[in-house]
């Protein structure tokens, strides 16, 4: 089933939700960037466990933050001007977080055309759901204590700098034209701390927070947004939207990736708009229609039901990721965890 936009915006709704702006585009990433050098501070300050611990949490969640703000790009809405959504995604979004925005939009833009079908390159991340609650906190432990990461930047790091038959040469050659950019943004950030004095912090504040709790929200947002949903045919019941309060958006759904619902319906609306979008939506008396959750403990709760699936779940293909598309995307694969 297909919905075009007119069948619940109007014209003028249509633009004033797609409208673009340079400058909230660059304020995003500004407060991204913001946090996480205002925890770096706090800590270098007072260098308290109580510190460093919250500034895991806040850092963790505005590295999916810029993800998040990268995937916005993949979409061409970040901001107004083309070249500036691509260079302020790629160099300061995706780059940092060793991801790619140009292999991203390719893999990513699959997901929106086959939404939970068999060719869905997403569909492994909700299909074997419901699990157990065990299962679930197996996952997260491994999330935590740094194995998922592990894992996957390994994957990625053997592929780019895989070449059969090949050179050494040829090999890094290979390797650091699809690696260079990310190695030289952390390097970059890692040279900056260091000239403060504050190398460490690069460690404590940035390495340490994307191997913990970056992998465990972004295993949340997986499951937020598309595992157990209603039916996998309608456009406004094979996406979740998850409420979120203040907390939550700070420490595990930043901006705004908790309307995904509306992101689906209309991928094209940037995502500071996104909450005027589920406003218009709501007061048009779409809400029933819409698969919305009041919290991500409701959404876990369903994930980890350990029963049958929606009645209208129609049962997709579990499709494992593409290898070389895994370690570029944002995601956090359930192919290796299937024993769990």
């Not at 390097?187 to 190398?199: E, P």
């Not at 406003?279 to 029963?307: C, H, W």
Request: with cysteine.
């Amino acid at each position: 089933m297909t919905l075009s936009a007119a069948q619940f915006l109007t014209p003028s709704e249509l633009a004033e939700v797609r409208k673009r702006s340079d400058v909230r585009g660059i304020l995003c990433v500004a407060h991204a960037w913001g946090v996480i050098f205002a925890c770096m501070a706090a800590f270098a300050l007072v260098p308290h466990p109580a510190v460093w611990a919250v500034g895991i949490v806040l850092v963790g969640a505005r590295q999916l933050g810029l993800a998040i703000l990268m995937h916005d790009a993949a979409h061409g809405v970040l901001t107004d001007d083309k070249r500036l959504n691509d260079r302020l995604a790629q160099w300061i979004c995706a780059w940092p977080v060793l991801t790619d925005l140009y292999a991203y939009r390719k893999y990513h833009l699959q997901h929106h055309r086959f939404t939970q079908q068999a060719n869905d390159p997403d569909l492994s991340l909700s299909a074997p759901f419901p699990i157990t609650q065990k299962s679930l906190n197996r996952k997260i432990v491994r999330d935590l204590t740094g194995q998922t990461t592990f894992k996957q930047r390994v994957a990625q790091f053997r592929s780019a700098f895989s070449l059969k038959g090949g050179t050494f040469a040829q090999r890094m050659q290979k390797g650091f034209g699809r690696m260079g950019g990310p190695i030289a943004m952390n390097v970059l950030l890692f040279a900056g701390l260091a000239a403060l004095g504050q190398w460490h912090l690069y460690f404590a504040l940035w390495v340490v927070p994307f191997f913990t709790w970056f992998p465990m929200i972004t295993r949340i947002r997986n499951i937020a947004e598309h595992a157990v949903v209603p039916d996998n045919d309608d456009p406004m019941r094979n996406a979740r939207t998850t409420k979120a309060n203040w907390l939550w958006r700070a420490t595990v759904a930043p901006y705004w990736v908790n309307y995904h619902v509306e992101h689906h319906l209309l991928m094209f609306v940037p995502c500071y708009n996104l909450p005027k979008m589920h406003a218009l939506l709501l007061a048009k008396g779409f809400g029933p229609r819409m698969e919305i959750q009041p919290d991500y403990m409701t959404v876990l709760a369903l994930a980890t039901s350990n029963g049958a699936k929606p009645a209208n779940n129609n049962e997709p293909l579990v499709r494992a990721p593409d290898a070389e598309n895994a370690g570029i995307a944002f995601n956090i694969s359930s192919r290796a965890d299937k024993s769990a």
